[in-house]
């Protein structure tokens, strides 16, 4: 860099910094003196978050909204749908309530609006980030054409548990990985400025380690230490505050037995004195009240606790409305702290530009125009063949040619409203296409496509019913035996079978966890029943979480992990399964061979008795399965094929505050185009705590034609070497390192270096 250069580099971040600092300025004199004309009651009527409006998200619902609002009671309201419903209880806020202070509206846009993306376990397989930064853009897009400025995205919880049902909102279970694609969406919703009227605001959740309960079941205890929260479970959450997120929410569950949303050093000690967040902190659905059950006292003491601990927005509960004020007057909480919550929101609100313009998001003309459209549907239906995982494909069933006879069979093949996945409230899907409808599109005058169900979710009608609701019912009445027959007679003239299986959409999400992972018993009696036949099955698994698939690994040739793909997923499916896209998703969480081994990671510590194969006495194993994963972290095949060169580094030394780089050549020697996905690991040979075996610490993706070759250069930083050491201090401790590089987490080249 020339010094004219760096000089006028210098005074560009300067200007920007005087301009922030002026703006800050401007914020806080506007703020300042709309809280002195404010009531304590008006104060207290800012941190409360009721919900209204159609969508279902929780079991409680706020009573007399419009009243409260015109009362200064309401801080911000979610689940309404709609311009002219948004509209119209903003115009209650403005017109009628005694400050006019406008309204924050919310929603879950987790994966998408009406165009849905898949969902996030799915987007976090295509290892993609600028896809997923985008569909994080279309979404915004969407919404705030439809009334939303606020989403309650991205959920950024680290899983180890595929019981958990909400496994499917996360980006799986790697820190790494989380943490890019935590910055990736809050890019995406937020882009560079907030105000901008097709940008929302973002909220990272749930605040913490909600991805960990115990035994797997949704709302239960979370129990970990603190270095395996700072190293290996907070880092999403820490990249979210880098990346300027402008909200948090907090999760259900305890940390240190006291519930996240009255833990004052989680909320306050750890995310802003230690991370340095200055956006707002709203509660999950009914949390303040649930600290109740948790045993933390009656309403009152835990409103109190709620907000002395840090949280300054009520979602639901009513116990800021409801108790604050008298907290204050019997001394447990101090007006401080209501101020330091309510400015904290109305700086939200003055960030998204509401006070220059409450109806900012509601032009009823944006809504017609922008949502759904076919340069965002494309988008879609593109990200999505990204995300699918091609775990098997024996003998190269797939791709399958536009020829013959399909049959296409189970109880996902002719269903819409299972396509989107959970967690899609925006969804419009009686506009989406079952993989029916699309396969029969894909194959029009060249093969012929024949459906039959074959058999429901599973035999228990109670578990389906529960398992598909939000109007995802598609329990047929008919004989179990009679649609199995009528499904192998139909596989026995055709040339190839492709079976929709695995899990409808509600079966995860939130309070969907499972104990038995393994494909369902009607699924699995009609996939035995069609092996017979002896035709070639091509087995397309829908699922929000990682499945235990041993038996249809023994005996299918060919699975293809397809998840949740969103409103084009049908489309998308096809796309791979003609070859016209080749798969190169690759698992963001390891699958384990049975429940028993969960939970089942790659990134974990050494035992003194390590054993990589099956067993040997006195070393860690089980008697009756392997030790190794059915398929490890950042597996997935291709069509084609990618060999590496030898893995290269610049030195095999390096010091505290240098870098050095890591090199290797791909090459594609098959012969489809194709993405490769190269990782790159780190092991910390000797450290002052326990290290993991491996960690992720970058990765890229690169597409290449037949015959091509790339050398993909990984730059090995000091922080990519540190880690939170006992007294919580990030350090790099000098001494032996190995860094690996390969295309998944078990096969890879490693070479030694040092750091002095
Ligand atoms: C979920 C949150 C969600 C909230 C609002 C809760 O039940 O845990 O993830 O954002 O509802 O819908």
């Not at 309510?342 to 032009?363: H, M, N, S, T, V």
């Not at 999505?384 to 049959?407: C, M, Q, S, W, Y």
Request: hydrophobic share 40%; with cysteine.
């Amino acid at each position: 860099m020339t010094f004219k250069r760096i000089i006028s580099a210098i005074l560009v971040v300067a200007c920007a910094m005087m301009a922030s600092a002026s703006n800050d300025a401007k914020m806080d004199k506007f703020i300042d003196n709309l809280m002195s004309r404010m009531t304590l009651q008006e104060k207290i009527g800012q941190l409360n978050l009721p919900v209204t409006g159609d969508i279902i998200t929780g079991s409680s619902v706020s009573g007399d909204v419009v009243g409260r609002i015109e009362k200064g009671q309401v801080g911000g309201l979610f689940n309404m749908k709609g311009v002219a419903n948004i509209r119209a209880l903003q115009e209650v806020a403005v017109k009628k309530s005694r400050l006019g202070i406008p309204l924050i509206f919310g929603m879950d846009v987790i994966h998408g609006y009406e165009t849905v993306f898949p969902i996030p376990f799915a987007l976090s397989m295509s290892w993609d980030m600028d896809a997923i930064r985008n569909s994080a853009r279309i979404a915004s897009i969407e919404a705030t054409a439809d009334g939303i400025c606020w989403t309650f995205s991205p959920m950024v919880d680290v899983c180890r548990e595929p019981r958990w049902g909400r496994m499917s909102e996360g980006n799986g279970e790697d820190p790494y990985l989380g943490s890019e694609i935590c910055r990736a969406m809050i890019e995406g919703y937020q882009g560079q400025n907030l105000a901008d009227p097709t940008t929302m605001m973002s909220c990272v959740k749930h605040f913490a380690l909600y991805g960990a309960p115990e035994a797997g079941r949704d709302y239960n205890t979370v129990d970990m230490s603190r270095l395996r929260m700072f190293n290996e479970y907070f880092p999403p959450y820490k990249a979210g505050v880098e990346a300027g997120a402008g909200s948090y929410m907090t999760s259900f569950n305890t940390i240190d037995y006291i519930p996240a949303t009255g833990n004052r050093w989680l909320l306050t000690e750890v995310l802003r004195d230690k991370w340095g967040f200055d956006g707002f902190v709203v509660t999950d659905y009914t949390a303040i009240s649930e600290m109740i059950n948790h045993g933390m006292g009656d309403l009152q003491t835990v409103s109190a606790l709620a907000l002395n601990a840090g949280t300054d927005m009520d979602m639901v509960a009513d116990g800021f409305l409801g108790t604050l004020e008298q907290s204050l007057n019997e001394g447990k909480v101090n007006m401080e702290a209501i101020d330091q919550a309510c400015r904290r929101i109305l700086e939200a609100k003055y960030k998204l530009g509401l006070f220059d313009d409450p109806y900012r998001y509601l032009d009823a003309k944006r809504a017609k125009k922008e949502i759904y459209t076919d340069a965002n549907r494309a988008e879609a239906r593109r990200i999505a063949t990204e995300t699918f995982v091609l775990l098997k494909n024996d003998d190269h069933v797939l791709p399958l040619k536009r020829e013959g006879k399909i049959a296409l069979v189970g109880p996902l093949a002719n269903t819409r409203a299972n396509m989107p996945g959970t967690w899609s409230v925006a969804a419009a899907s009686d506009r989406y296409s079952t993989l029916l409808e699309a396969m029969q599109r894909a194959t029009a005058g060249k093969a012929e496509v024949m459906y039959a169900k074959g058999c429901n979710v599973c035999y228990d009608e109670e578990l389906e019913k529960n398992s598909t609701m939000f109007g995802r019912e598609m329990r047929d009445p008919r004989d179990a035996t009679a649609m199995r027959d009528e499904a192998v007679r139909l596989a026995q003239q055709c040339d190839v079978i492709v079976a929709a299986m695995g899990e409808p959409s509600e079966m995860s999400g939130e309070s969907s966890s499972r104990s038995s992972l393994t494909i369902l018993d009607a699924q699995k009696d009609l996939l035995e029943a069609l092996k017979k036949t002896g035709k070639p099955i091509v087995l397309l698994n829908f699922s929000g979480r990682t499945t235990v698939m041993d038996w249809e690994v023994e005996n299918l040739s060919t699975i293809l992990n397809v998840w949740f793909g969103g409103s084009e997923a049908a489309d998308a499916i096809c796309d791979v399964v003609f070859g016209d896209v080749a798969p190169s998703g690759k698992l963001s969480a390891t699958m384990p061979r049975n429940e028993g081994q969960i939970p089942l990671y790659y990134n974990h510590l050494n035992t003194g008795r390590p054993n990589p194969k099956w067993f040997t006495k006195f070393t860690t194993n089980y008697l009756d399965v392997p030790n190794d994963p059915l398929f490890p972290f950042g597996f997935g095949l291709s069509y084609t094929t990618f060999s590496y060169g030898p893995l290269t580094l610049s030195s095999n030394s390096m010091t505290q505050a240098g870098s050095i780089t890591a090199s290797v050549t791909v090459t594609n020697t098959g012969d489809y185009a194709g993405d490769e996905v190269v990782q790159l690991y780190i092991r910390d040979m000797v450290g002052s705590i326990a290290r993991p075996v491996q960690e992720l610490k970058d990765f890229a993706r690169i597409h290449l034609q037949p015959g091509e070759s790339r050398t993909v250069t990984f730059s090995i930083t000091p922080d990519k070497l540190k880690f939170y050491n006992s007294d919580y201090d990030f350090v790099l401790e000098p001494g032996d390192f190995e860094v690996m590089v390969g295309t998944d987490s078990h096969h890879v080249q490693r070479l030694p270096f040092t750091v002095n």
